[in-house]
């Protein structure tokens, strides 16, 4: 019984984070870096899959630096990398492992892009929509694939250069593998590309 009421329980971390992420979609970017490199100093490198996943994804959308977001974005991936579906379900049961891929390659992707190295984001963008089968029919699933379109047309030369507001991978709402409410689950979708 008390091992049931410890899974139902929820995730303290993940919590954290998410308070973290409405900080920082209030406007308070500085102060969300700074809290966000907190919590990373007591994950630390070798901490929980999911905790590393998801606060280096929000953490990538803090900084001033595509060299430095691409850096945190990149240490999303590899976390994303060490989880299991039941490493996911345990914690929130409605997520699949597979399901963070498309959000993570499309960041990655927009990433190389504000580098100027197009064949890598050409690459991460292949497997963003490789992954696209992963997401639900939902708001947040059709944000992605959308979001994944306009940067397909945009390496393609038809589309937006210059990742005004509503542009970019990030622009979707909803619920989904970096969705949800109540900052317990992993928190809203990343806001710029």
């Given at each position: 019984m008390a091992e049931q009421q410890e899974q139902a329980a929820p995730d303290a971390m993940m919590t954290r984070i998410g308070q973290v992420v409405m900080l920082h979609h209030g406007g308070d970017r500085e102060?969300?870096?700074?809290?966000?490199?907190?919590?990373?100093?007591?994950?630390?490198?070798?901490?929980?899959?999911?905790?590393?996943?998801?606060?280096?994804?929000?953490?990538?959308?803090?900084?001033?630096?595509?060299?430095?977001?691409?850096?945190?974005?990149?240490?999303?991936?590899s976390a994303a990398e060490e989880l299991t579906d039941g490493d996911v379900a345990e914690r929130h049961r409605s997520l699949a492992a597979r399901a963070f891929y498309p959000s993570l390659h499309l960041n990655l992707a927009a990433d190389y892009v504000k580098l100027g190295r197009s064949e890598a984001a050409r690459s991460h963008l292949r497997r963003a929509r490789g992954a696209v089968g992963a997401l639900g029919?939902?708001?947040?699933?059709?944000?992605?694939?959308?979001?994944?379109?306009?940067?397909?047309?945009?390496?393609?030369?038809?589309?937006?250069?210059?990742?005004?507001?509503?542009?970019?991978?990030?622009?979707?709402?909803?619920?989904?593998?970096?969705?949800?409410?109540?900052?317990?689950?992993?928190?809203?979708?990343?806001?710029?590309?």
């Open positions: 102060e969300a870096r700074g809290r966000f490199l907190d919590l990373w100093g007591e994950i630390g490198e070798d901490g929980d899959p999911l905790h590393r996943c998801t606060l280096a994804h929000y953490l990538a959308d803090t900084q001033d630096d595509p060299a430095d977001e691409l850096a945190w974005d990149l240490k999303a991936l029919n939902d708001r947040y699933g059709d944000g992605v694939r959308a979001a994944i379109g306009r940067l397909e047309l945009r390496l393609g030369g038809h589309g937006p250069s210059n990742g005004g507001p509503g542009e970019g991978p990030g622009t979707m709402e909803g619920p989904g593998p970096f969705g949800g409410s109540g900052g317990e689950t992993l928190g809203p979708p990343r806001q710029r590309p």
